[in-house]
């Protein structure tokens, strides 16, 4: 970390109130989806009828902090290749009440995981601290002023594609424009969006996955400090997806579920700390906080 960017603030997020200091080091974010279609935990948490087992949903969370995670990430939309959308209302009803119920019980740092403004209001409304927007403000032109309104910390992730238009693949580099490259513009702009309302408290995440081919999430692991000069913290989420399965497989063999990919993410999450992540996005809080640990004795 450059201490003049500490100096600066940027690595002090105020998040609604709350400071997240990641000058004292990296964080865990714990991924809570109240979806039923998610590619690893999809319907973990539905009931029979409509809704999600709240208490379960909430035990959950409980569970993540207690075993390390400083954030909770709530999803109520998958963004996984070919899931469908859903409405504003159902995310909310998927989302607030647990956003609720946390703010109520616990003191843990609360992400809502939207890119629509309406739902980022209500559950910022209920208690969330961070905004955490696949889209980098690009999606929702009135999410950056609800974020300026309530002071939430906001992530800004680069996506190359809308959810249920992505898929899987395997393939070559996008032509033109090298990934990396083309990640730090599309940041940057995000970045520039935010100021414009006056948002400063800006943590930017790379989007892997998201339209990219296996290759370029692996440069965009290895060149990770590129995006790092872009001057704001960077959370990776690689927990547990496609390309990860892709790269442990020969092009004949069957790629692996996602329940067959806790060591690769593990390995991803730990080579991404090392080149200077201050955020990992995981399902698996205790293995990642164990990473963690070593990175930073280590250092």
Known sequence: MSSDIIKNGRFRINCAG??????????IMGILNTTPDSFYDGGAFQQKGCGINLEQAFDQAVAMKEAGATIIDIGGESSRPGAELVSESEEIERTVPLVAMLRERTDVLISIDTYKAVVAEEALRAGAHIVNDISGFTFDKELPAICRKYGAGVILMHTQVKPGSMGWSRGIESEGEDIVTRVKRFLRESIARAEEHLIDDIIIDPGFGFGKSVEENFRLIRELGAILDLGRPVLVGVS??????????????????PSERLAASIAAGTIALMNGASILRVHDVGEAVQSLKIVMRAE
């Open 18 to 27: 709350r400071i997240l200091d990641l000058s004292k080091g990296p964080v």
């Open 240 to 257: 547990r997806k496609s390309f990860l399965g892709y790269a442990l497989c020969g092009a004949e063999e069957e790629l692996p579920p």
